[in-house]
């Protein structure tokens, strides 16, 4: 099989690749996703019967991570925002193990999670967190 035709055929299973984000705030996670996607538009974000929620008035960055969003030029990325764990809350943690595992045991391959991006700013130095060192060293399924 060629790789055109391979590919082709991955494109026919796939209705869309689904990834978590995960980050601090301004860590250009919002920046690296319109790159991937080659746009300049603003998400839309969606809740589960697919309306989407993004309003003009409502404020950026805060995102469920059980509400996807996409582009609406590229909807075959789909994406999930973490809350991040610079706040230092053990829930958030929790919240994002929960959305993995979720994910893990989805028996359709349109619901499991495709990819992780850790999204951390390249010219600031510092540390990973106590949390952040929590979510990679903790046994998953899969790995």
């Known amino acids: 099989m060629s790789d055109i035709a391979a590919a082709s055929k991955l494109r026919d299973k796939y209705t869309h690749f689904r990834i978590l984000v995960i980050g601090r705030a301004n860590a250009g996670k919002t920046t690296l996703l319109k790159r991937v996607c080659n ?22 960055g805060i995102h ?21 764990f610079e706040t230092g809350d053990e829930a958030q943690l929790k919240t994002v193990q929960e959305f993995i595992e979720k994910c893990a045991s989805a028996t359709e391959v349109d619901n499991q999670l495709h990819a992780i991006w850790f999204c951390v700013t390249p010219d600031v130095s510092r540390f990973l967190s106590n949390l952040e060192m929590d979510f990679f060293n903790q046994e998953r399924a899969g790995k």
């Not at 746009?39 to 950026?60: F, H, M, S, W």
């Not at 996409?70 to 994406?79: E, Y």
């Open 64 to 84: 469920d991570i059980n509400c996807p969003f996409s582009f609406a030029s590229n909807p075959k990325f789909t994406f999930h925002d973490s809350p991040g």
């Open 39 to 60: 746009t300049t538009e603003e998400p839309c974000i969606y809740d589960d019967q697919g309306k989407n929620l993004l309003r003009e008035t409502v404020a950026r």
